[in-house]
């Protein structure tokens, strides 16, 4: 089956721009997650999708990041305006059952 | 809180020697544990997952992890390095419900 998708791989902007990620999870995963990598860290949890509806973005920040899951399929992750401190790897996961995530190759955002 | 700590960012070992990275998480409840590998410029792989019933579980390419609840611990090890096993890999913690909490990291690296 295919992995889960996501595009670009790589993206540069300069600081107060605004950037797009894209994520099309495993056909039939009911549950897609938004990571933050920061070099050196763990993935951080951003949003997590049940659906196409929101269980959890506690740690999102909403003034600047926003997700959305069409259809309950693919996910788009947007930053408006990035920051310096965006400049991190954004991962896109997606599960069947509960917990047992998929990840995507990532999407290297370097903020200038 | 959950938490997640793995001690050690980085560990070096000889090939064919043991493998031994340390998690301890901090749970109110019986929670569920994971480890993932990530390879350089590629998203994360589930390398084995503690849910419910024996407590040694084995994983993917050699690896096993021990839950020591008594210890609030979830080490993993194999017995013999090989040199494809150099990469990242994360201890990660659901504690009874839905969020997926990650440690920090190990970097593995495996001397010929």
């Known amino acids: 089956e295919a992995g889960v998708a996501q595009s670009p791989r790589y993206k540069i902007i300069e600081k107060r721009q605004s950037v797009a990620f894209w994520c099309n999870p495993i056909?039939?995963?009911?549950?897609l997650y938004w990571y933050q990598q920061i070099l050196g860290q763990g993935p951080k949890l951003l949003i997590q999708f049940q659906n196409n509806g929101v269980v959890d973005d506690s740690q999102l920040p909403k003034d600047r990041f926003s997700a959305e899951r069409l259809k309950g399929v693919d996910s788009t992750l947007k930053i408006q305006p990035a920051k310096l401190e965006d400049s991190a790897v954004y991962l896109c996961?997606?599960?069947?059952?509960?917990?047992?995530?998929?990840f995507g190759p990532g999407t290297r955002l370097t903020v200038t | 809180a959950q938490s997640v700590t793995q001690l050690g960012s980085h560990v070096s070992v000889s090939e064919g020697a043991l493998v031994l990275l340390r998690c301890n998480y901090s749970s109110s409840v019986p929670p569920y544990l994971f480890w993932y590998v990530q390879y350089p410029n590629q998203g994360l792989q589930l390398l084995l997952k503690y849910t419910t019933g024996a407590t040694l579980v084995k994983g993917i390419n050699g690896f096993e992890a021990e839950f020591k609840k008594s210890e609030t611990s979830f080490h993993l090890t194999k017995p013999s390095a090989h040199m494809s096993d150099a990469a990242e890999y994360f201890c990660?913690?659901?504690?009874?419900?839905?969020?997926?909490?990650f440690g920090a990291g190990t970097r593995l690296f495996v001397k010929a």
């Open positions: 056909s039939g995963h009911a549950t």
């Open positions: 996961a997606s599960s069947l059952e509960a917990y047992e995530q998929y």
């Open positions: 990660a913690v659901i504690e009874g419900g839905f969020k997926t909490i």
